[in-house]
């Protein structure tokens, strides 16, 4: 499965991006997807997942009310939508893929997208 992610750039604090993930060579549907992040200096963290059927999602504390993950699996898609960005929420941002049921671990996905630049300016 290969993972293409896309949609960083630069906003201002409390600008909204939509991030997107198409995924190819797979069947998209077999798969919980997630978000994970990277800022400079730090460990890869957990942002939000999705479970193959979409009918549950998760998020870190730090992105709940603000991020909304979904999925359309006719389009072998995973979406973060990203709303009230804050400086904190700097970081590159990775779609990953599991070949089961979604974790806040890295360790549990299967396939990684290169990831997405996500720059928040003050």
């Known amino acids: 499965v290969q993972l293409q992610a896309s949609g960083g750039g630069l906003v201002q604090a409390g600008g909204s991006l939509i991030l997107s993930c198409v995924a190819s060579?797979?069947?998209?549907?077999?798969?919980?997807m997630a978000w994970f992040r990277q800022a400079p200096g730090k460990e890869r963290e957990f942002v939000s997942s999705?479970?193959?059927?979409?009918?549950?999602?998760y998020y870190t504390d730090s992105v709940k009310g603000r991020f909304t993950i979904s999925r359309d699996n006719a389009k072998n898609t995973v979406y973060l939508q990203m709303n009230s960005l804050k400086p904190g929420d700097t970081a590159v941002y990775y779609c990953?893929?599991?070949?089961?049921?979604?974790?806040?671990?890295?360790?549990?996905?299967?396939?990684w997208g290169h990831g997405t630049l996500v720059t928040v300016s003050s």
């Open positions: 990953a893929a599991s070949y089961g049921a979604s974790s806040l671990l890295t360790q549990i996905y299967d396939y």
């Open positions: 060579g797979g069947t998209f549907s077999n798969y919980a």
């Open positions: 999705i479970s193959w059927t979409g009918g549950n999602t």
